[in-house]
């Protein structure tokens, strides 16, 4: 690794002068080179103390023993360039820019990977990261400065999500979008998109707020958009279509969301534009469609079926494993009720003034909490109840257990009926993202924020902190390593701060151990042997309690 330098003549009689940070590396049996930094705006004196440093790369002890020479632990290094490379390698660190504002989105973004939180703990992060060294921010900033810039970056949404897919997706558009929606519950009441509706996350009482997320083939998110918490699945479809068509410019595009997600209205929305669908129907549609003859029930087995119907292709399948899951559900439901029915038996028993109805409402209470009354009844015989199964009924019930259908406008010639029912089955891609972003590793709860800008600018942050999260597990998943460990490992390179008396100073990064090599190598990211280092302001507003109660 070294410096270069190259000056060139102007028309204007000036001369000009590129400085890089350069390092030389092997491909086959040629060698090459690639920049590792642009030192070009970096004072002389900076300049000075990184090639003192290189010059004793090899020889650090040397180095700390010339009495001008100053060694003090330096920020953690390992993790933030990891993260930072990956997002370049992404087109999100070019999407977003290199002046003020887009440095400090980025920042948000690679804070959600590596901790997440609130705006606040995001700046207290940049104290222990090396975060102002590796992005280049040499501008202070605070809480009150990321908060702003969730602003910008929700007003820039649609292009900076335009600039990222064009990155990623340059070669080829995709033909084919997953959509799906979730909820996300506010601890508050004040956030603009809050709202009561269909609860995802099982917390009653609670507003919360509509996410949508559009993903590509490959199960990798394109654009987000927040709505109010009462906003119905169907509703939110629109805007996709009309951003696969315009913002991002594709044809012959094929939408595949749930069953909930594509009903009639939508059908006729994705015709006017050309565009085809894959969704599946509901339990009683398949009943309907088997009372008018357009299928059997022997059509349902393990391996997929195909029939055609009115210009509707229909996919049929069931699953063995789903039907056994909902078999043993009513068999756990069951034996729930028995021992209800058997502990109040032996109540009675022993209590000959208790009376038999309340015993008998109880247990008719529970049938119908378990949603069981169709096919289980109770009754009394004498001073004791007795349980009666229905078995038609309950043989009506289990009719469709594990049975589904899919169905598609797209001709055969376009998609065959396996490549049909796998493109479904991919919408698991977006039901994972939702685990990661919500309930796992990136947690875009709790919201911290209320306004509309501030909740479309959180969100974003979040889907972009996936796409990097996704590239790290993809690279890491051979090493038997999660992400979580992954960059926890990373965060123990630090590197040490190197001060020249009268001059600059730089971060030396020292050798890795031969875990964060591991990590490294499967990602193909190289470690610089030292940056450039500036004192950047970093600051809090809110300061932590200076009183605390006594214990």
């Known amino acids: 690794m070294h410096i270069a330098r190259a000056r060139w003549p102007s028309s204007n009689g000036k001369v000009y002068e590129s400085i890089y940070l350069r390092e030389s590396y092997r491909e086959g049996d040629r060698v090459r080179k690639r920049n590792i930094a642009n030192l070009t705006h970096c004072d002389p004196q900076e300049l000075a103390a990184i090639e003192l ?42 999407a977003l820019g290199h002046d003020f504002a887009g440095q400090l989105a980025l920042w948000q973004v690679l804070a959600r990977v590596l901790e997440q939180g609130s705006r606040l703990s995001a700046v207290r992060l940049a104290h222990v990261h090396a975060a102002c060294d590796v992005l280049g921010i040499r501008r202070g900033f605070d809480e009150n400065d990321l908060y702003a810039n969730l602003t910008w970056l929700s007003r820039h949404q649609a292009i900076l999500e335009q600039r990222v897919f064009a990155t990623r997706r340059a070669a080829q558009a995709p033909q084919l979008f997953l959509y799906d929606v979730t909820s996300s519950y506010l601890e508050g009441t004040h956030n603009a998109f809050g709202a009561y509706g269909y609860n995802r996350d099982g917390k009653k009482h609670k507003m919360q707020i509509v996410i949508g997320l559009l993903c590509d083939e490959h199960g990798e998110p394109v654009s987000t958009e927040v709505f109010r918490g009462n906003t119905r699945d169907a509703a939110t479809f629109g805007a996709q279509v009309q951003k696969a068509s315009q913002r991002f410019g594709c044809a012959r595009v094929t939408f595949v969301g ?8 939508q059908v006729e929305e994705l015709a006017r534009v050309g565009f085809h669908y894959i969704t599946a129907i509901t339990k009683p549609q398949i009943d309907t469609l088997l009372r008018a003859g357009v299928f059997q029930l022997a059509l349902f087995e393990t391996q997929v079926c195909e029939v055609e119907h009115d210009g509707v292709r229909y996919i049929l399948r069931r699953n063995p494993q789903r039907a056994a899951e909902l078999a043993a559900s009513r068999a756990d439901k069951q034996a729930c009720v028995e021992r209800l029915r058997a502990e109040r038996n032996g109540y009675l028993a022993a209590h000959l003034r208790a009376q038999v109805a309340t015993a008998l409402r109880a247990v008719r209470a529970k049938i119908a909490q378990l949603q069981i009354a169709a096919w289980l009844q109770v009754e009394v015989e004498g001073r004791a109840l007795k349980l009666l199964v229905n078995q038609a009924a309950l043989d009506e019930v289990a009719r469709l257990d594990g049975c589904y259908v899919i169905k598609t ?88 701060e190197m ?53």
């Open 258 to 265: 749930d069953r909930g997600m594509i009903k009639s209205g």
């Open 53 to 94: 440093a290189l010059t004793h790369k090899g020889n650090l002890a040397a180095l700390g023993s010339l009495e001008q020479i100053h060694l003090r632990q330096g920020l953690s290094v390992g993790a933030v360039w990891t993260v930072h490379a990956t997002a370049r390698r992404l087109g999100i660190a070019q």
């Open 409 to 496: 406008d797209l001709p055969v010639s376009a998609a065959s009926t396996q490549l049909v029912h796998e493109r479904y089955k991919a919408l698991a891609e977006v039901e994972q993202a939702f685990r990661t972003c919500k309930t796992a590793h990136l947690e875009t709860r709790p919201i911290y924020v209320r306004t509309p800008d501030h909740t479309r600018g959180h969100v974003l942050v979040v889907m972009l902190a996936y796409l990097i999260r996704r590239e790290l597990s993809r690279a890491w998943t051979a090493l038997d390593v999660t992400v979580e460990e992954g960059l926890t490992q990373l965060q123990t390179l630090c590197a040490t």
């Open 499 to 551: 001060t020249v008396d009268g001059g600059g100073n730089c971060l030396r990064i020292p050798e890795p151990s031969a875990p964060v090599r591991a990590l490294l190598k499967a990602l193909n990211i190289h470690l610089p042997d030292a940056l450039p280092h500036a004192e950047t302001p970093v600051v809090t507003r809110k300061k932590l309690p200076e009183r605390r109660k006594p214990r």
